[in-house]
């Protein structure tokens, strides 16, 4: 296998035919592209159109073999798709013959999940109830649950949410 990553979507398309007949024996007939708005996933197969869609960043991240991986994991949804099989990730059938292939089951982080959740901190002004939100509430139209007084805004950086 050659092991120079594809820059374009014609080297993809490559690639993926050239992957498809090798470990399927069936060809694949429709497009595949870069999709540099996929964030948190390898690639996607997209049923109506029968495309294949890959993320840039983590063929960038993790190189060829993270690709290869992601194609084959794709290739299974597309072929079994396209036979009337069970295509999606619980089915037998899917998870068979992703194993057969030695597709990816998951692929590796890009870094765009990992985001830090930041949370508002809100404290009754009558009986000081505190309250820990990962959301903004409007102070003028909330009250505390325990006494029904007004509700403020107020900072601390040592709370964490569970």
Known sequence: MDERVPRSDEDLLTLV??????????PFRHETR???????TGGRYLLLSHDLEFNPLSVELH??????GTILHELCHYHLH????GYRHKDRDFQALLAQVGGARYAK????R????????YRCLTCGQEYIRRRSINVNRWRCGRCRGKLTE?????????
């Open 154 to 162: 107020f900072h601390q950086e040592t709370k964490t949410m569970s």
């Open 109 to 112: 982080p890009t870094g765009f």
């Open 34 to 40: 870069y999709n540099h708005r996929l964030r948190t």
């Open 82 to 85: 396209l036979s009337g099989k």
């Open 17 to 26: 035919k050239t992957l498809s007949l090798a470990k399927f024996g069936l």
């Open 63 to 68: 190189g060829n073999d993270e690709l290869v």
């Open 114 to 121: 990992t985001k830090v959740s930041t949370c508002r901190y």
